[in-house]
């Protein structure tokens, strides 16, 4: 008769990359369940939205999470300008786009490393990070900030992208495309990193279907969602690639963030292409007055912003629904019957960002 | 063969520079756009506009005494204050505030 | 992207309507309260094949709203942050955190509290 024990894993944890508390029911090193135990890095950010005028909560939405800082900004600023039906200039939408895919980009490379880690293996993590590195000084370039980029506002941008830095974003792609390359044959090919992914928490469609997976978790399991073909900003501009897997498993997940950031880099070539000049913003009067729900695709999935405004300065009502809330539930599904040792893996596919989770 | 992937890498990380710098003593120069620290001048007027807008609260105004105070380490760098600035007197300079032991308010007042 | 126009329902056709989505396919995207000049507004989100559904309930803060739980096992997240963060009730969730799901210093923050304007 096997005894069960209870091991808690988190929130401090030398794999643990976010801050999350499972209490693993564990029978022989199997997992039975998991019990979640979120809040440790609650900010009340939410609330805060009540007290600070709305032009001024975009500094706030960017900090809700440092990983996808700039979408969380545009999101908001999407919102908003959709209560106040205002409609940007394309030279804001194009610039805009180009630092998503650009976020989405180091994104993937820092969740690459984070799971080379993960499995132990230290010197995969760190030669995806130096190749990250190429992409933050992009940022920073551009908008002086390499994880907080302060840039997006309600109306456009606040700085402008010449024709200089395109070019220098241009060529800085095509040489990550090619570092990424070997990297990506590592990963996908290497016997020992396959023998770690491989079959692990698998998670079939219908049950990412009943779970409510989002992004990259449900687009492994074979569902086909990409909020990004809803065509907000100028997607629908842009030939949009979905890329999806059917196996479900850890590598299928990993082939997939892979796939995309090489989609990325072809959309950020097509979008300098195609970017128009004009202004980078456009000027209001007054404050938001109603409500809007809009979906952005974030790197872990699809985020909502829920705005609601009755025309003073502060918001009534400003919410958050990120990929991460809408994973958990999938998490805690494969996990069950897995050895403790695979424990961190899984945690890490589904990409975790609890400071967005819990804002 | 699984090893040969990685036999590339290795002999290339043997025979390269690493990858990283040794800071302190060798620092990166800052690109143009750096948000390092907000510098002041003295067309200041002392109207407390750029109190009012910053998200941290990091910046403090007394007109009487006609002194604009920053504590370094609330800013984060955002420019909103720069932007709404109705003289320009504020303005985002590219080095960062060096780190300290504790927390320092800077205060800045225009020359007699 | 416009936002579609949202349906109103009254919380008792909440199971039935969830029942509903659910036989058609669609996903909960998320369950968000707010407060209005009098009472809380749930609405419930959905994803019908890419296009946006929202339903709104107005509720009164003491009610107790039946859990879609039983249909949409992972609303129970939803529910139990609305719970910790409005103090509004929810009936026969999947798991049941009981009003501590964050660690807060102040219980339901966003509950109507005396003296507060509307």
Redesign the interface.
Known sequence: MSKRSVIPFGPQHPVLPEPIHLDLVIEDERVVEAIPSIGYVHRGLEKLAETREFTDYVYVAERICGICSFMHGMGYCMAVEEVMNLSLPPRAEYLRVIWAELSRIHSHLMWMGLLADAFGFENLFMQCWRLRERILDLFELTTGGRVIFSVCKIGGVRKDIDADALGIISSVLRQVATEFGEIERIFLGDWSVQHRLKDIGVLSREQAHALGAVGPMARSSGIVTDTRTAGYSVYHELDLEIITRSEGDCYARCAVRMQEVHASIDLIHRAIGKIPTGEIEVKFKGAPDGQSFVRLEQPRGEVLYHVRGDGSKFLQRFRVRTPTFANLPALLKILEGRSLANVPVMILTIDPCISCTER | M?FI??VK?TLK?LTSPP?TRLYPQIRRPA?K???GHIAWDDSCIFCSICVR?C?TGALAVDRAAKTWRINRFDC?????CV?VCPKHSLA?R?DYTPPAAEKTVDEEAPHA | MPSEPYRRIAPVELLECANDMNQRGCRLVQICCSRTAQDLELDYSFDDAGRFVDVKLQVKPTDEITSISSVYYYAFLYENEIEALFGLRFVHKAVDFEGKLYRMAQTTPFARKDGDDA
């Open positions: 699984p992937k990685l890498r990380n990858a690109f756009r750096t948000r807008r998200p984060v760098q955002c420019g909103a932007e985002m590219n």
